[in-house]
Nanobody, 119 residues
Framework: QVQLVESGGGLVQAGGSLTLSCAAS????????MAWFRQAPGKERDLVVA????????YYADSVKGRFTISREKATNTVYLLMNDLKPEDTAVYYC????????????WGQGTQVSVSS
């Protein structure tokens, strides 16, 4: 089992920045990649960014390219999401997730952290 704990959400004005953190514990050696999803009210949960734990390669949804940056710190098993130039449409609950293989589903989830961007 892998446990994920997120932190760093909050309220920010449009154009501002926030950094989210996700600390993994437990069977961290089994992690293939970690990701951030977000879910706005009345909408589905969407993949925002992902990072391969070993190689560090990353994926970004088109809506956040150039504004969000994902990084990982292996020593502390922590993933960070730096969000710049935030827009009201970025408002959502952000969830950290992990999976144990490329073809696996994301089986491990954090509790979620609210990000609210005011116009």
């Amino acid at each position: 089992q892998v446990q994920l704990v997120e932190s760093g959400g909050g309220l920010v004005q449009a154009g501002g920045s926030l950094t989210l953190s996700c600390a993994a514990s437990g069977r961290t050696y089994s992690i293939y990649d970690m990701a951030w999803f977000r879910q706005a009210p009345g909408k589905e949960r969407d993949l925002v960014v992902a990072i391969n734990w070993s190689a560090g390669s990353s994926y970004y949804a088109d809506s956040v390219k150039g504004r969000f940056t994902i990084s990982r710190e292996k020593a502390t098993n922590t993933v960070y999401l730096l969000m710049n130039d935030l827009k009201p449409e970025d408002t959502a609950v952000y969830y950290c997730a992990a999976r144990e293989g490329y073809l696996r589903t994301y089986d491990y989830w954090g509790q979620g952290t609210q990000v609210s961007v005011s116009s």
